[in-house]
Each structure stands twice: as C-alpha cells, then as structure tokens.
C-alpha cells in the first residue's frame, strides 16, 4: 500500500525539480544576452531595448524569488528577445 505513494511522489519530486532547472536556465541565458548587449554599447545605442531587457530580466529575478517558475521562464524569454534586438541594433550581432 505504502509503495505506490512512495512512487507517485518520487515522481512528483523529480519533475518539480526538473521544472526548477529549466527557470533557472532561461533566466541564465537571459543574463547572458544581455551581459553580451551590455558589452556591445547598447545602452548607448539601442536604450529602448537595452532597458527593456533589464527591466524583463529584474522582473524574472523578483519571480525566481517568489517561486513562480512560470513568471520566470515568461519574463526571461521576453527580456532574451530584447537584448538579441539591442545587441543587433548596437552592431554586436552582425558579424
């Protein structure tokens, strides 16, 4: 009786944590972009997108924080997309 509770929560446990490792990847990679547009100039270039991808990546930071792993995979995609803009824009992403 007790092993197929014991199943389901492994289960359960595992997924959860996978699920934690994909937030924390995409808000990675969204450090990284835009760290990559930082150094290409485009604060100076390209500020709408320059701060638009700051502005989304505090936001998935402040939901990584209340644990909503959703918020966190939605605000890094969108702040990801703003700073491949601004790299472009800066001229770090045509070569």
Known sequence: MKR??????AVVFTA????????GTALKNAR????KAKAAG???KAPYEYYS???YLGFAEHEKEEGDRHGVAEFSE???KF???????AGGGAK
């Open 32 to 35: 990284t972009s835009f760290d």
């Open 4 to 9: 197929p509770w014991a199943l389901t929560l």
């Open 16 to 23: 959860g944590l996978a699920a934690g490792c994909s937030s």
């Open 53 to 55: 991808a700051e502005a």
């Open 42 to 44: 485009a604060e100076t």
């Open 83 to 89: 700073s491949a803009e601004a790299l472009e824009k």
């Open 78 to 80: 969108t702040s990801e």
